[in-house]
């Protein structure tokens, strides 16, 4: 059992920047896919961002906004968000899945609590 943890996100202007944090305390991401997902209110949990060894992959919309990374030492994975939109509202997770990486949700087996990120216009 891998738990993920999600220290970060907050109340941000548009045009600004947030980073998100993603630990497995007590575990590792060794041999797992990791990636972000986002929820907004009344909607679907959709694909925000993925990484697989050093290729990543986004959703169109946040293309050239988002980066993400991960440091295996550290066992983090992390979400830099600039250019935040206010459409960009979200409880945003992480997620992490044996096998090859995905953007289905369904797919992935380890999921953290969430942490909201807010921007307003």
């Known amino acids: 059992q891998v738990q993920l943890v999600e220290p970060g996100g907050g109340l941000v202007q548009a045009g600004g920047s947030l980073r998100l944090s993603c630990a497995a305390p007590g575990g590792t991401f060794n041999n797992l896919q990791t990636g972000w997902f986002r929820q907004a209110p009344g909607k679907e949990r959709d694909f925000v961002a993925g990484?697989?060894?050093?290729?990543?992959y986004y959703v169109d919309s946040v293309k050239g906004r988002f980066t993400i990374s991960r440091d295996n030492a550290k066992n983090m994975v992390y979400l830099q968000m600039n250019s935040l939109k206010p459409e960009d509202t979200a409880i945003y997770y992480c997620?992490?899945?044996?096998?090859?990486?995905?953007?289905?949700?369904?797919?992935?087996?380890?999921w953290g609590q969430g942490t909201q990120v807010s921007v307003s216009s």
């Open positions: 997620a992490a899945k044996y096998g090859s990486g995905s953007v289905r949700s369904r797919e992935y087996n380890y």
């Open positions: 990484i697989t060894g050093s290729f990543t």
